[in-house]
């Protein structure tokens, strides 16, 4: 499974426990850096993730702004 998305909240969110408690975090287990994706001018959270159950994480890493207030992210996975 792999969810990914702008969730508005870190993982340390209790509003989010239903959705993370059961996931992975990439960042986390192979991100480079802090992972922090807003605001993108001056990025100081991580609200938008890539969460996984049942594949393996090889990378993950925030990519440069888009136009967008907050950064994308990109994640290498495999089953």
């Known amino acids: 499974m792999v969810l990914l998305g702008d969730l508005n909240g870190t ?20 991100g480079e850096g802090f992972g922090f994706t807003w ?21 993950s890493r925030v990519l440069p702004a888009t136009g967008s207030d907050h950064l994308p992210v990109a994640a290498g996975i495999g089953w």
Request: hydrophobic share 45%.
């Open 39 to 59: 605001p993108a001018r001056f990025p100081v959270a991580r609200i938008d993730h890539i969460l996984v159950r049942g594949v393996t994480v090889a990378s």
């Open 11 to 30: 993982m340390d969110d209790r509003a989010l426990d239903g959705v993370t408690s059961g996931l992975r975090s990439v960042q986390s287990e192979a």
